[in-house]
Protein backbone atom coordinates (compact mmCIF):
# COMPACT_ATOMS: atom_id res chain seq x y z
CA UNK A 1 0.00 0.00 0.00
CA UNK A 2 3.07 2.13 0.86
CA UNK A 3 4.24 2.33 -3.04
CA UNK A 4 0.41 2.69 -4.32
CA UNK A 5 0.74 5.99 -2.08
CA UNK A 6 3.74 7.25 -3.43
CA UNK A 7 2.64 6.70 -6.86
CA UNK A 8 -0.42 9.31 -6.55
CA UNK A 9 2.41 11.54 -5.54
CA UNK A 10 4.41 11.55 -7.84
CA UNK A 11 1.71 11.56 -10.54
CA UNK A 12 -0.16 14.41 -8.76
CA UNK A 13 2.11 17.10 -10.07
CA UNK A 14 2.55 15.92 -13.19
CA UNK A 15 -1.18 15.41 -14.12
CA UNK A 16 -1.51 19.07 -12.62
CA UNK A 17 1.60 20.50 -14.79
CA UNK A 18 -0.06 18.42 -17.98
CA UNK A 19 -3.60 20.31 -16.83
CA UNK A 20 -1.97 23.83 -16.54
CA UNK A 21 -0.11 23.44 -19.87
CA UNK A 22 -3.43 22.73 -21.78
CA UNK A 23 -5.15 25.82 -20.71
CA UNK A 24 -2.31 27.86 -21.50
CA UNK A 25 -0.71 28.49 -18.08
CA UNK A 26 2.95 28.09 -17.48
CA UNK A 27 3.40 25.42 -14.81
CA UNK A 28 7.20 26.64 -14.14
CA UNK A 29 6.94 29.28 -12.27
CA UNK A 30 10.70 29.67 -13.20
CA UNK A 31 9.45 30.82 -16.10
CA UNK A 32 7.16 33.57 -15.13
CA UNK A 33 8.52 37.15 -15.08
CA UNK A 34 9.34 38.81 -11.93
CA UNK A 35 6.76 41.16 -10.82
CA UNK A 36 9.04 43.90 -10.47
CA UNK A 37 9.54 44.02 -14.21
CA UNK A 38 7.96 47.29 -15.94
CA UNK A 39 4.53 46.58 -17.61
CA UNK A 40 3.92 48.64 -20.61
CA UNK A 41 0.83 50.13 -20.38
CA UNK A 42 0.96 52.72 -22.88
CA UNK A 43 -2.32 54.44 -23.97
CA UNK A 44 -2.60 54.39 -27.84
CA UNK A 45 -5.39 55.33 -28.56
CA UNK A 46 -4.27 58.72 -29.68
CA UNK A 47 -1.53 57.32 -32.21
CA UNK A 48 -4.27 54.90 -33.47
CA UNK A 49 -6.65 58.15 -34.13
CA UNK A 50 -3.49 59.81 -35.73
CA UNK A 51 -2.88 57.20 -37.73
CA UNK A 52 -6.56 56.64 -39.10
CA UNK A 53 -6.85 60.30 -39.30
CA UNK A 54 -3.59 60.17 -42.14
CA UNK A 55 -4.72 57.25 -43.28
CA UNK A 56 -8.27 59.20 -44.44
CA UNK A 57 -6.12 62.21 -45.84
CA UNK A 58 -3.93 59.98 -47.76
CA UNK A 59 -0.45 59.22 -46.13
CA UNK A 60 0.41 57.23 -43.28
CA UNK A 61 3.72 57.68 -40.63
CA UNK A 62 6.59 56.37 -42.40
CA UNK A 63 4.94 55.56 -45.93
CA UNK A 64 4.31 57.34 -49.32
CA UNK A 65 0.82 59.14 -49.48
CA UNK A 66 -1.60 56.71 -50.99
CA UNK A 67 -4.74 56.55 -53.24
CA UNK A 68 -6.73 53.68 -53.38
CA UNK A 69 -9.21 52.85 -56.45
CA UNK A 70 -11.48 51.20 -54.14
CA UNK A 71 -15.43 50.29 -55.04
CA UNK A 72 -14.89 52.57 -58.12
CA UNK A 73 -13.53 55.87 -57.19
CA UNK A 74 -10.51 57.37 -55.73
CA UNK A 75 -9.91 57.60 -52.30
CA UNK A 76 -9.30 60.17 -50.99
CA UNK A 77 -10.20 61.80 -53.74
CA UNK A 78 -8.08 65.46 -52.82
CA UNK A 79 -4.57 64.97 -51.52
CA UNK A 80 -2.32 67.40 -51.35
CA UNK A 81 1.78 66.69 -51.21
CA UNK A 82 5.02 68.80 -51.26
CA UNK A 83 6.93 68.78 -54.40
CA UNK A 84 9.28 65.97 -54.78
CA UNK A 85 6.60 63.46 -52.96
CA UNK A 86 6.10 59.80 -54.72
CA UNK A 87 2.06 59.09 -54.49
CA UNK A 88 1.08 54.92 -54.45
CA UNK A 89 -2.06 54.37 -56.38
CA UNK A 90 -3.13 51.19 -55.60
CA UNK A 91 -5.99 48.95 -56.97
CA UNK A 92 -8.14 47.50 -54.12
CA UNK A 93 -10.78 46.73 -56.65
CA UNK A 94 -11.63 43.15 -59.10
CA UNK A 95 -11.54 45.39 -62.29
CA UNK A 96 -9.27 47.26 -64.14
CA UNK A 97 -8.15 51.00 -63.84
CA UNK A 98 -5.94 53.65 -65.06
CA UNK A 99 -4.48 56.74 -63.33
CA UNK A 100 -4.18 58.90 -66.10
CA UNK A 101 -4.23 62.90 -65.69
CA UNK A 102 -6.28 65.50 -66.81
CA UNK A 103 -9.72 65.19 -67.22
CA UNK A 104 -12.08 62.41 -68.53
CA UNK A 105 -11.80 62.00 -72.04
CA UNK A 106 -8.49 64.54 -72.11
CA UNK A 107 -5.77 63.04 -71.29
CA UNK A 108 -2.98 65.70 -70.78
CA UNK A 109 -0.12 63.49 -71.58
CA UNK A 110 1.82 64.10 -67.80
CA UNK A 111 1.37 60.24 -66.83
CA UNK A 112 -1.07 57.22 -67.70
CA UNK A 113 -0.47 54.27 -65.52
CA UNK A 114 -2.51 50.87 -65.38
CA UNK A 115 -3.12 49.54 -62.45
CA UNK A 116 -5.12 46.39 -63.55
CA UNK A 117 -5.00 43.60 -61.52
CA UNK A 118 -6.34 43.64 -57.36
CA UNK A 119 -3.15 44.63 -55.51
CA UNK A 120 -1.30 46.35 -58.17
CA UNK A 121 0.22 49.54 -57.76
CA UNK A 122 1.51 52.53 -59.46
CA UNK A 123 3.84 55.25 -58.01
CA UNK A 124 3.99 58.92 -59.42
CA UNK A 125 6.96 61.32 -57.95
CA UNK A 126 5.45 64.79 -58.32
CA UNK A 127 8.68 67.21 -59.21
CA UNK A 128 6.58 70.45 -59.49
CA UNK A 129 4.44 72.46 -57.44
CA UNK A 130 0.81 72.93 -58.96
CA UNK A 131 -2.63 70.91 -59.17
CA UNK A 132 -2.69 67.94 -61.03
CA UNK A 133 -6.34 66.69 -62.16
CA UNK A 134 -6.64 62.76 -63.10
CA UNK A 135 -9.27 59.99 -63.90
CA UNK A 136 -9.51 56.15 -64.81
CA UNK A 137 -9.95 56.29 -68.47
CA UNK A 138 -11.47 52.79 -67.88
CA UNK A 139 -14.37 54.58 -65.75
CA UNK A 140 -14.66 58.52 -66.59
CA UNK A 141 -16.55 59.01 -63.55
CA UNK A 142 -13.15 58.40 -61.24
CA UNK A 143 -11.56 61.41 -60.53
CA UNK A 144 -8.65 63.16 -58.31
CA UNK A 145 -6.49 65.81 -57.81
CA UNK A 146 -2.82 65.87 -56.21
CA UNK A 147 -2.23 69.55 -55.19
CA UNK A 148 1.34 69.65 -54.96
CA UNK A 149 3.22 72.44 -52.89
CA UNK A 150 6.64 73.87 -52.24
Known sequence: MHRER??????????????????????????????????????????????EDAAENGDAPGDEPAVAARNIA?????IEVEV????????EDVVRHTVTS??????????????????????ITFDEPGTFDYYCDLHRSMVGTVTVTE
Open 74 to 78: FEPAE
Open 6 to 51: RRRWILAPLLAAVALSACGADPDPADTPDTDEAVDDTDTSEDTDAT
Open 102 to 123: GHPGEPDGTFDEPIDDEGDTAM
Open 84 to 91: GTTVVFTN
